[in-house]
């Protein structure tokens, strides 16, 4: 069965830092791509804030969030992260672990909630 769990969303004050980070079983992570995206409940449409390839050798950042935070990824420990740096109130959201996106392999994870208050 293929799984994506993500974990390390809180509650942080604005300013502050957390570390996401989401670990895939079921399936040969390193050959797939990754992204983190963000969605608020009952919104259709999903805000994606970082893309890395499988080999880490392409990433992408949404303008919204460059700078501040860093997608990784280490396929030995099937593992995924996102370190996220001075937090911003507009930054609350659910945020997901999603391989392949708009592929017809995508899949993602039941995400983790990231809360900034001010």
């Known amino acids: 069965q293929e799984k994506l769990v993500e974990s390390g969303g809180g509650l942080v004050q604005s300013g502050g830092s957390l570390r996401l980070s989401c670990t895939g079983s079921g399936f040969t992570f390193s050959r797939h791509g990754f992204s983190w995206v963000r969605q608020a409940p009952g919104k259709e449409v999903d805000d994606c804030v970082a893309?890395?390839?499988?080999?880490?050798?392409?990433?992408w950042y949404a303008d919204s969030v460059k700078g501040r935070f860093t997608i990784s990824r280490d396929n030995s420990n099937n593992a995924l992260y996102l370190q996220m740096n001075n937090l911003k109130t507009k930054d609350t959201d659910m945020y997901y672990c999603l391989r392949d996106r708009f592929r017809s392999t995508e899949h993602r994870g039941r995400g983790t909630q990231v809360t900034v208050r001010t």
């Open positions: 893309d890395i390839s499988p080999d880490s050798s392409r990433i």
